[in-house]
């Protein structure tokens, strides 16, 4: 055991001392496969990190909901002349028609709007989009709020409250920045309300009427209240997991079709805007450009590969001569390839950690700088551990098999042709 | 041990393939070399001295006859052994030194004591005597570079003494070097062959193969005459 130990020291001390000698040499093949893991790392980490933020963004309005309105009948009906505006009177109950008729159907509100109303506070007034809703908007249409705040709930529907839950924006404008405005009370068309939360920041990327943080959101009953509208803006619903959105969509037009009496088969008498449909489509975009990017970072890997493979190789022949001398001076092939595959497995080591290192620390920064708009799909690169460690494992094994061959040859060859070797 | 025959080779031919043409390198070779002899080989270039002494150093294996080394044939060792008889029993020197460029004096000189993994206090002794022995104990942390071609194969010498073999293989050791430093390497060797190292050497110099006691011309892959010299010069002339 103690022979083995300093056997080992003595070989290290070996490779030691070329390392010293190869300084140049080593620092470019470290260097190769830093690089190489780099690229190919964050390319990756910033593939994750857009699908991430735009998956986000595009959840912004709601996870896999369908918003539908009243359009105009295109097609004459059981005597009705085409041409008929389709509107949802509030106190025809569609919502608790869709909800027991409608299969598939997991959630279902109604939606009330009214635009340009003064909004005020201490002395600010600005003109604002006000919504009347539902609870079940919290989770269909991601209305969450702030920690400290919430969104409205039946208790509210059921007593009219005159609670309002403020768009990230309308607060920031009204309350200024970092200032947490729950229990403030504003006016809205003159009348006192309570803010009971704000919006959490959400990243969004398609809207049907302004962008969430925009606006303010008000119990429905209160909302009839005031304003007295006899119909909803917007009935907006979600399906069920693992439901087919298309099929929902044909059942819901048999159903309001037979209450509004429109031919189930006339597009134009609804408008609905299927975002599950979207979601889908953009699934599919997103799968092409991940076999880009795997393409892009499979070529990089290869590119990376012949470097490794050409600086080991070039270093291993160029060393045949000196292989020579030692196997001249009684020096063991096994020992020699061992000392290759060691520098090797060193070299790899060394590269392919740097290489993870800085990736990290890349997309640790990129997480930390301030990014808005459309660099905000940026703004969360995730490094994929499987892709680096296949990348620095790729490089290694490359790397290890470019030297192992010549130096195996070397070494097994009768000294004096290494010897002769230029 | 039979009467001292330290080397003995029988029949060795060895062919090249280059190409379409069959290289003859040597054509048979029948050579007894005993120990603590001091052995000149001379002949024109493309002879195959040089081949000879590498069959002789185990750096090249011939295409047939029998090398029996120290009453072993080298033919039956596997590589280990090949490796440990290059290591423990053959110091080369070469005519163009092969000195590791990146590494001292001392660490050229330390490389075949690490190979047989001689232990550090033993290791130092020895690498400071052999160091000694040839007069470059102030060049210890030399590297190649720094050191004239004299000096360069004193260390060369040094380090295939370092394991103490049996036979010293110099492959035309003076031929890069002055006739000055010349003569100290040659002073070295018969310094060495009176402590009773054998010593193998190929010449081109007659001045130095003059001091042989034993010479051995090679034409054509064979041996064409081996006499001994019995009117040498001394080193001390």
């Not at chain 1, 790899?348 to 290192?357: F, N, Y």
């Not at chain 1, 790729?394 to 098999?401: H, P």
């Not at chain 2, 110091?91 to 075949?112: C, D, K, R, W």
């Amino acid at each position: 055991m103690k022979i083995l130990t300093y056997k080992l020291f003595l070989f290290l001390k070996l490779i030691g001392r070329e390392f010293k000698a190869q300084k140049l040499r080593m620092s470019l093949t470290v260097l190769a496969i830093t690089w190489g893991t780099i690229s190919i790392t964050l390319l990756m980490a910033f593939s994750v990190g857009l699908e991430t933020q735009m998956n986000k963004s595009n959840r912004g309005l709601g996870d896999g909901i369908v918003i539908v309105c009243g359009g105009q009948t295109t097609m004459p009906y059981q005597g009705l002349p085409q041409g008929r505006r389709i509107m949802f009177r509030t106190e025809s109950g569609v919502i608790d028609l869709i909800k027991s008729r409608v299969s598939g159907i997991d959630m279902v509100a109604g939606e009330f709007l009214r635009w340009g109303q003064t909004v005020e506070y201490d002395r600010k007034q600005l003109n604002k989009l006000i919504c009347g809703t539902y609870p079940e908007y919290e989770t269909m249409r991601a209305h969450y709020a702030k920690e400290g705040g919430r969104f409205i709930n039946q208790k509210d529907i059921e007593l009219k409250r005159r609670v309002v839950y403020v768009g990230t924006a309308v607060a920031r404008e009204l309350f200024g920045e970092d200032v947490n405005p729950v229990g403030e009370i504003i006016r809205i068309s003159g009348v006192p309300f309570t803010v009971i939360g704000v919006m959490i920041e959400k990243l969004q990327d398609s809207n049907y009427h302004g962008s969430d943080e925009d606006y303010l959101v008000i119990p429905a009953s209160t909302y009839l209240l005031m304003y007295g509208d006899p119909f909803f803006d917007n009935i907006v619903y979600k399906v069920k997991d693992g439901v087919d959105s298309k099929i929902v969509e044909k059942d819901l037009f048999r159903v309001l079709g037979a209450k509004y009496r429109f031919d189930s088969s006339d597009d134009n008498a609804l408008w609905t805007w299927d975002t599950v449909e979207g979601a889908k489509i953009f699934k599919k975009v997103f799968l092409g450009i991940k076999i880009f990017m795997w393409f892009i970072g499979g070529m990089t890997l290869f590119i990376a590969g012949i470097g490794v493979a050409n600086i080991m190789y070039v270093a291993v022949r160029e060393r045949t001569r000196e292989i020579g001398t030692k196997m001249a001076l009684g020096a063991r092939g096994g020992q020699i390839i061992l000392q290759f595959m060691t520098e090797a497995m060193a070299i790899s080591l060394v590269g392919g950690l740097l290489g993870i290192i800085i990736s990290l620390a890349v997309t640790a920064l990129f997480r930390m700088l301030p990014m808005e708009g459309s660099l905000e799909l940026l703004s969360d690169p995730t490094v994929n551990w499987p892709v680096a460690l296949i990348t620095v494992g790729t490089l290694s094994f490359i790397g290890f098999a470019a030297g192992f061959f010549p130096a195996r040859k070397a070494a097994s060859i009768n000294p004096v042709e290494a010897l002769r070797y230029e | 041990m039979n009467n001292g025959t330290l080397i003995s080779l029988s029949g060795i031919t060895k062919y090249y393939n280059t190409g379409k043409i069959k290289v003859r390198a040597l054509r048979g070779i029948f050579l007894d070399i005993k120990r603590g002899e001091f052995v000149g080989i001379i002949g024109p270039s493309g002879s195959g001295k040089s081949t000879l002494m590498n069959i002789i150093g185990c750096l090249d294996s011939p295409t047939s006859g029998t090398y029996v080394l120290d009453d072993q044939p080298v033919a039956e060792m596997g590589i280990h052994q090949l490796a440990s008889v290059r290591n423990k029993k053959i110091g080369f020197i070469f005519q163009n030194f092969n000195l590791l460029s990146y590494a001292t004096s001392y660490e050229n000189v330390e490389l075949p004591l690490i190979f047989s993994g001689i232990p550090g206090p033993t290791r130092k002794e020895r690498v400071r005597r052999n160091l000694s022995l040839v007069g470059l104990a102030d060049r210890a942390d030399h590297k190649p570079t720094e050191l004239s071609g004299g000096e360069m194969q004193r260390v060369a010498i040094a380090r295939a003494m370092a394991n103490d073999p049996e036979v010293i293989l110099a492959d035309e050791p003076t031929g890069n070097l002055d006739s000055k430093s010349g003569r100290d390497i040659i002073a070295i060797f018969e310094d060495l062959n009176k402590t009773g190292k054998s010593v193998v050497m190929i010449t081109h110099d007659m001045n130095i193969a003059a001091r042989c006691h034993r010479l051995i011309h090679i034409r054509d892959g064979l041996i064409e005459s081996d006499t001994k010299n019995h009117n040498r010069q001394s080193a001390y002339v």
